[in-house]
């Protein structure tokens, strides 16, 4: 053992604040606009150093944009996973996603019996959720298999983009269809309805009823569908163009979901099936890539293996870990994190909190921190548990609303729990490894193709802090590399704990 492993090596606690990310201060940066003296101190007085959270270093088309999925992923895998949207890009690159033998199969099947395609999907280019030039390439590939009669159900984003950019992408999407010969917008709907994951099924059955039954407002033309929203692109009603004719899914139709990332579309996905089935119409679906489904849906592209992870290493380890998050995050810190594994491992306690009623982010910025916090502490008290790994949510599910008070609110709510979490780590011995996932409240405007200043909820390529908080301050305390990245988490996480990073981990422990 290394004189930096037998200086740190024990229980700790890894602490992952979601959205955390690094800019210089601005006016448009709720972490810098925030007083939030923990974590400014956190940061000045314990070995820190930044890590990319985007693009390549974690798994991502260059340039992209890091989410919470991915982050956690690479945070507990300890190596860069190439991400769906990386895998589907690829497969597009290289022709193999348009001359797919599954779907070929399905379109084939299509066009022989004259039926129709339906292409469900998030139409923007956040690049999380989906991009709307993956449509471009299946709407090829019906093209090519002679499918004549293709429906575009087009789901409206303005959160991982800029609020009220709609029109623009469903223009792309035109285009899209022009150039491949095939394929016109059907119906629109805002992804605060299709994309709940949160079991709202009010919300979801609004999309179902659209996509399913042609049930929903009609609409002469896109500006009137999207104008019909108040609130802004993600709350688009229900709306049928009354050019497309005909919409509904029919006996024996096709359905290609073209989102990539499952999290907010398999509500959504698994009502459809349940609701064809029950409603006597055999469909073909596929998905572009794989969903966590109640419903078997084959997908086009597959995951990349993420095992060999932290979760892995700690079981083999026979070292106990508790997994505390909200509603909103707590699949990060156990199912992503473990490498979208749904089995909970013997030494591994999961504690999901969550409150009262719906969520109202920017009256509540708070969320159910405290209980969060509480839970941290407790857990952090207890002599049997090794390592604890919590999320805390608020700075990141709050600036999604693009509401920069509140998400001032938020920050500071999580700097007072952070020196609560703090304070306990300190009172039992433990150290602490706190890091953003990605980038999100320290940009919360973004430049709209006028110049003008836009409020901006989505996540950011900032790289994002990483800051060691020894179990002891009297022990000599390493400085951390410049450059690090998420990769190096588990490794690091593991070297504190007295351990060696897993052969399947490319990151380097950072002391
Ligand atoms: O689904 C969402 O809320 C956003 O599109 C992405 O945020 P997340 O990656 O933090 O979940
Ligand atoms: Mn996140
Ligand atoms: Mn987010």
């Known amino acids: 053992m290394s004189a930096s492993e037998t200086a740190f090596a024990g229980p700790g606690i890894l602490l992952v604040l979601d959205g955390w990310g690094r800019a210089p201060a601005a006016d448009d940066n709720a972490l810098a606009l925030a007083h939030t003296p923990v974590l400014d101190e956190l940061v000045t007085r314990f070995p820190s150093t930044l890590a990319d959270a985007s693009g390549e270093a974690v798994g991502l088309l260059a340039g992209t944009v890091g989410n919470s999925e991915i982050g956690h992923m690479v945070i507990g895998a300890g190596r860069p996973l190439p991400y769906d949207s990386l895998l589907v890009q690829q497969a597009i690159d290289n022709g193999t996603l348009r001359t797919h033998p599954r779907l070929g199969a399905v379109l084939d099947k299509t066009a022989a019996a004259g039926r129709a395609l339906h292409l469900i999907g998030l139409c923007s280019d956040g690049q999380i959720h989906a991009h709307v030039e993956h449509l471009g390439d299946l709407l090829t590939a019906a093209a090519t298999h002679q499918v004549k009669r293709v429906f575009i159900h087009a789901i409206t984003d303005g959160r991982d983009v800029a609020d009220h950019t709609a029109p623009a992408y469903l223009a792309r999407v035109a285009e899209l269809a022009d150039r491949a010969g095939t394929g016109r917008l059907a119906t629109l709907i805002g992804r605060g309805y299709a994309m709940d994951k949160a079991g709202n099924l009010d919300l979801t059955e609004q999309a179902v009823a659209l996509v399913a039954d042609g049930r929903g407002m009609p609409a002469d033309s896109l500006d009137q569908a999207v104008a019909a929203s108040g609130r802004g692109d993600e709350w688009v009603p229900a709306s049928v163009l009354t050019a497309a004719g005909s919409t509904a899914i029919a006996d024996g139709d096709a359905v290609v979901w073209f989102n990539f ?78 490498g979208r594994d749904t089995s909970v491992r013997a030494v591994e306690e999961h504690v999901r909190i969550t409150g009262e009623g719906k969520p109202d982010y920017i009256a509540r910025p708070q969320m159910n921190l405290d209980r969060v916090t509480a839970a941290v502490v407790r857990a952090a008290g207890r002599a049997d548990v090794d390592l604890v790994v919590a999320n805390l949510a608020n700075i990141d599910v709050v600036a999604h609303t693009g509401h920069l008070a509140a998400t001032v609110t938020a920050c500071e709510a999580t700097d007072a729990a952070v020196g609560r979490i703090l304070d306990a780590a300190r009172d039992n011995g433990r150290w602490v490894l706190a890091v953003g996932d990605h980038g999100n409240a320290e940009k919360m405007t973004k430049r709209a193709p006028d110049g003008t200043a836009r409020p901006y909820g989505g996540h950011t390529t900032n790289p994002v802090p990483l800051v060691i908080v020894p179990a002891r301050e009297n022990r000599p305390v390493p400085s951390l590399p410049e450059q690090a990245t998420l990769a190096d988490v588990a490794p690091t996480v593991l070297r504190l704990l007295g351990h060696k990073p897993g052969s399947a981990m490319t990151g380097r422990p950072l002391l």
């Open 261 to 338: 990332r499952s999290d907010r579309i398999q509500q959504f996905a698994d009502r459809l099936y349940e609701h064809l089935a029950a409603t006597g119409r055999s469909v073909d679906m596929l998905s572009l890539a794989q969903y966590d489904t109640r419903a078997a849906i084959p997908a086009l592209v597959e995951r990349a293996d993420a095992s060999g992870g932290l979760a892995d290493e700690l079981a083999a380890a026979g070292l106990r870990s508790v997994r505390i998050a909200e509603a909103e995050k707590f699949e990060h810190v156990t199912y992503y994190i473990n």
